[in-house]
């Protein structure tokens, strides 16, 4: 990596205690940065250029003083980012690069000071005040890059190209870059996911009856309203988001698939506990939740809601029927809750849990190529039923 000419982190370190706490990060070349506060959650943003983190497993897991614990991840191509959760409200007091000297590599220095909450929102002034995007590494070029990803219509439906009048299926493999989901091990859900969604991509295309568009098919977190923003724009004709669960130790064991679809209140808890932790991917991976817009209240879009809604539980269903035969289904298979992945009001979405990390006999079906490509089969043939259903309802003229 370093060869490339990407810079590598690698060490971190934590000193002081609740009142002053310092996070230092071990680097073999300066870099630019820029760190900022995020309110609800209390946390604060360190965007730095990609980089390469070889950290030791484990590395930010337990906190220090002012600092909870810490994430970091690609959050774009060309920028890395580091996400501290706090234990409070805290002031960004010093941020500073130092040059290598007397045997220590160039470090990057974040002096955090504890302050009250009044204190800290004022902080958060117009300058100060975090965006969806990172600033760093915003040369024109990666910024295009970021826009031709989040929009590819704009770059699909070019007026020379003939139209493309096949059905649009989003394909969204949950979390990525800093976000990494469940765990289990050395396994994440954010590459399993991928995984299993590139497969049903390829199984998909192969028909040739649909375009597939996939929300990302690396390691880079994407916020949940671009993953939403994809499949409207697409105008796509069914999104299809791809988890995989886990349940705490304490909580017991819980095993087999579970399709979701959006509903205003959780069909039970446990419902609930899992839209929960889905939506909290933003906080997560650094986005500003304040800045995000409130959710599309309109009276229009509530009538477009309820047939859409209509759709995704006939794929939900069509999905059970299918999925039960090559996979072991939980218990209560058909679910539902507020989960923020699935709001697009015109385009029906179901989201699939496709087992739970934590259960020893999912977590062996997940990392089977085999298991994979059954169950990607039976996902295609439900895609398949619920498109032959959809056109033959449309009629010849529609
Ligand atoms: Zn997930």
Do not use: C
């Not at 940065?33 to 360190?46: G, I, K, M, Q």
């Not at 009048?165 to 870059?177: C, S, T, Y």
């Not at 993953?227 to 705490?248: E, G, K, T």
């Not at 509530?302 to 999925?323: C, H, I, V």
Request: aromatic share 6%; net charge negative.
């Amino acid at each position: 990596m370093a060869a490339s000419g990407i810079p590598v982190v690698s060490d971190v370190r934590l000193a002081g205690d609740g009142k002053q706490t310092r996070f230092i990060l071990d680097l073999d070349q300066t870099i630019s940065f820029r760190a900022f506060p995020l309110a609800d959650p209390y946390r604060v943003v360190l965007d730095i250029p990609q980089v390469s983190f070889q950290l030791p497993a484990g590395a930010g897991t337990a906190g220090r003083g002012l600092i909870k614990a810490f994430r970091y991840g690609l959050v774009m191509p060309g920028g890395s980012r580091i996400v501290f959760d706090l234990n409070g409200p805290a002031r960004i007091a010093n941020s500073y690069l130092l040059e290598a000297a007397n045997g220590q590599p160039p470090r990057l220095v974040l002096e955090l000071e504890e302050v009250d909450r009044t204190t800290f929102v004022q902080s958060l002034s117009v300058d100060n005040r975090p965006e969806l995007r990172p600033a760093i590494a915003a040369t024109k070029d990666a910024v295009a890059t970021i826009e031709a990803q989040a929009e590819p219509a704009a770059v699909l439906d070019k007026p020379a190209t003939p139209a493309d009048l096949r059905p649009v299926i989003v394909i969204d493999p949950g979390h990525g870059g800093i976000d990494n989901g469940t765990q289990s091990g050395n396994e994440y859900e954010k590459n399993l996911v991928l995984e299993f969604g590139s497969a049903l991509r390829d199984r998909i295309e192969k028909s040739g009856k649909y375009r597939v568009v996939m929300t990302r098919t690396d390691d880079t977190f994407i916020p949940l309203n671009d993953r939403v923003r994809i499949a409207r724009n697409q105008s796509a004709a069914l999104f299809v988001s791809i988890h995989a669960d886990a349940l705490p130790r304490r909580e017991g064991d819980a095993q087999g698939a579970t399709i979701y679809t959006l509903s205003d209140r959780a069909s039970d808890a446990e419902a609930e506990r899992l839209a929960e932790a889905e939506n909290k991917a933003d906080a997560i991976g650094g986005v500003n939740l304040t800045e995000e817009p409130t959710d599309v209240a309109d009276i229009l879009i509530d009538l477009a809601q309820r047939e859409t809604r209509t759709f995704s539980n006939r794929f939900a269903r069509l999905l059970m029927g299918d999925m039960k035969t090559t996979t072991r289904m939980h218990k209560h298979p058909l679910k539902s809750a507020g989960f923020r992945v699935l709001k697009a009001p015109d385009v029906p979405s179901v989201l699939i849990e496709l087992g739970y990390v934590s259960n020893k006999e999912d977590l062996e079906h997940l990392v089977s190529e085999n298991w994979r490509s059954r169950t990607v089969g039976s996902v295609a043939h439900a895609i398949d039923a619920f498109f032959a259903k959809r056109l033959a309802t449309a009629g010849p003229a529609n």
